[in-house]
């Protein structure tokens, strides 16, 4: 449904978008994720037919983004960074307008719009001017704007940026319940935990160039490496580390607990464990260490630095 091949795109002497190679599968959600100024919202752009590339190309739902920009947009819904409401409209008045520029029939839209609106919390804003939204509820209502024409696949940029814990899970319900429909997103987000609960895949951007692509579980391994285990022990540690160097390498340690990465617990762990009961230690807990995507972002972009980039 999203298709990338070498997608540049220069703005005079400057590369904004390094020849980047996307592939987004019907019913995925894909989250791309960098440092501001990395070239996510030129990519969008390009991918919505907003801006030409200048090399590579771009299909989304099957469509040209240079020579069918018409039917990209018809089946593309898109929540930018700025939403440019007409503030002196009302909610319906607003959505009514782009139900006309969507082709969708009266009837039609003001279902839909009444649908959406409920599913967002917006049903007593129906006839409250744009500019009395708070940004919350403008945010809201241009996602509710990017759905109302039913598109395969939306572009979604910060889509819950400026929203209060109810509303940012409302919108995430509401992509969680799409996709299930077989709908397609790239989301661009900061909010890398939201990032991680909602997306198959994650690529990352830096300086215009893809560094990292991949599930999450894969881009752990990639780049975070084996599991890490941690050990917590009824008292001091008390150099119990180097009762363990023969089957673990410490990475970390406290006062009463260390860490140790494993390639295989099954086998590892239990070794460990007769050890200690050997040497009279009193187990409080040993579990693994939850990686987050914060963790492989961090060391995705640090490894990109060392490199040189």
């Known amino acids: 449904m999203i298709e990338c091949i070498d997608l540049t795109k220069y703005f005079g002497d400057f590369l904004a978008v390094d020849h980047i190679n996307l592939m987004v599968d019907k019913g995925e959600v894909l989250a791309l994720l960098g440092p501001n100024g990395a070239g996510k919202t030129t990519t969008v752009r390009m991918m919505t037919s907003i801006l030409q590339p200048s090399s590579g190309t771009a299909r989304l739902a099957g469509y040209d983004v240079v020579t069918e920009p018409e039917k990209v947009r018809a089946h593309v819904g898109v929540l930018t ?23 969708l029939s009266a009837e039609e839209c003001r279902k839909r719009a009444l649908d959406l609106m409920e599913r967002f919390g917006l049903t007593d804003a129906l006839d409250k001017r744009l500019g009395e939204y708070s940004k919350g509820m403008k945010q809201k209502l241009a996602l509710v704007r990017a759905m109302l024409h039913n598109p395969p696949v939306l572009l979604l940029d910060e889509p819950t940026s400026a929203m209060d814990p109810l509303s940012a899970k409302q919108v995430r319900d509401a992509i969680i319940e799409l996709q299930k429909g077989q ?33 999450f579980n894969e881009l752990v391994q990639q780049f975070v490496g084996q599991p890490m285990m941690e050990l917590r022990i009824n008292g001091q540690l008390n150099g119990l580390g180097r009762e363990l160097s023969d089957i673990v390498t410490v990475q970390s340690a406290g006062i009463n607990w260390l860490r140790y990465q494993v390639e295989d617990a099954q086998v590892t762990n239990p070794l460990v464990l007769r050890r200690l009961l ?29 490199n040189g980039n």
Do not use: C, W
């Open 278 to 306: 050997t040497l009279g230690v009193e187990v409080v807990t040993l579990s693994p260490v939850t990686q987050t995507l914060e963790d492989v972002y961090l060391q995705v972009v640090k490894e990109d630095e060392t």
């Open 81 to 103: 960074e700025q939403h440019g409401l007409y503030e002196r409209m009302k909610g319906m008045e607003y959505l009514e307008f782009f139900g006309r520029v969507y082709h």
């Open 183 to 215: 709908r397609t997103f790239l989301i661009t987000t900061h909010n890398l935990t939201e990032a991680q609960l909602l997306a198959d895949r994650i690529a990352i951007i830096r300086h215009g160039r893809i560094i990292a692509n991949g599930t």
